[in-house]
């Protein structure tokens, strides 16, 4: 089994920064693609950043140039700073963790910006 557990949101001013945090735990190899989703009410989860085991990274253009996914492989953690913050990119943001037996998610850390 894969604990996936998120940290790090809060409440911020529009403008603002967040770093989240996502730490994997329990029996696995190696974890291969680790990502950042979010969920806003009303909304379908949507892809926010991905990394790769090797460091190749993509992002949905609504964050390109303000958002940065970057990985310790050592420590089996991915990371998510969060730089000029809108209120549209408050959600519940969700990790999710690939092994080679599945897809991990964990529970998700809600973000919310105000205006």
């Known amino acids: 089994q894969v604990r996936v557990v998120e940290s790090g949101g809060g409440l911020v001013q529009a403008g603002g920064s967040l770093r989240l945090s996502c730490a994997a735990s329990?029996?696995?190899?190696?974890?291969?693609?680790m990502g950042w989703y979010r969920q806003a009410p009303g909304k379908q989860r949507e892809l926010v950043a991905g990394?790769?085991?090797?460091?190749?990274?993509n992002y949905a253009d609504s964050v390109k140039g303000r958002f940065t996914i970057s990985r310790d492989n050592a420590k089996n953690t991915v990371y998510l700073q969060m730089n000029s913050l809108k209120p549209e990119d408050t959600a519940v943001y969700l990790c999710?963790?690939?092994?080679?037996?599945?897809?991990?998610w964990g529970q998700g850390t809600q973000v919310t910006v105000s205006s």
């Open positions: 329990g029996t696995f190899f190696s974890i291969d693609d």
């Open positions: 990394i790769t085991s090797g460091g190749e990274t």
């Open positions: 999710s963790a690939n092994v080679v037996h599945g897809e991990f």
